[in-house]
């Protein structure tokens, strides 16, 4: 078992516990398709291994489900047409456009919610996985 698969297992969370049987098969042995579920508003509260963050995609959510599929381990992404950012640094807001994550979990083992911090269209979309 690899470091960051063992990490989730030492279940530091308690919001995992009753998602263990789930949590296991969705992060070994799941099979998915290549088509997604309806949206879900936010965004998945999950350990920094579990997510990467690709920034702005150019082709929009097509392309960030394209990036999804070509990532074995991806079971949904998070997605904002618009979105503003809180830079804490000079405490305003940066507008960005077509912003794409990649999680490793999806909202069947993952809390939904919004980052403080960020408002707009923030939306998950979980990959079909069996």
Request: charged fraction near 30%.
């Amino acid at each position: 078992m690899d470091e960051n698969l063992e990490s989730c297992f030492k279940l530091k969370n308690t919001s995992y516990k009753p998602n263990l049987p789930l949590l296991s098969k969705e992060m070994q042995d799941a099979s998915c398709e290549n088509t997604f579920l309806h949206k879900i508003r936010g965004l998945l509260r999950v350990y920094d291994h579990e997510v990467q963050k690709k920034g702005e995609v150019e082709g929009g959510l097509q392309e960030c489900q394209k990036l999804c599929k070509e990532e074995d381990r991806c079971r949904s992404i998070g997605y904002a047409q618009h979105l503003s950012e809180l830079d804490p640094a000079t405490g305003l807001y940066l507008k960005k456009e077509r912003q794409c994550w990649i999680y490793f979990r999806s909202t069947s083992t993952a809390t939904v919610h919004t980052p403080n911090g960020l408002s707009g269209d923030l939306g998950i979309y979980d990959r079909r996985c069996y």
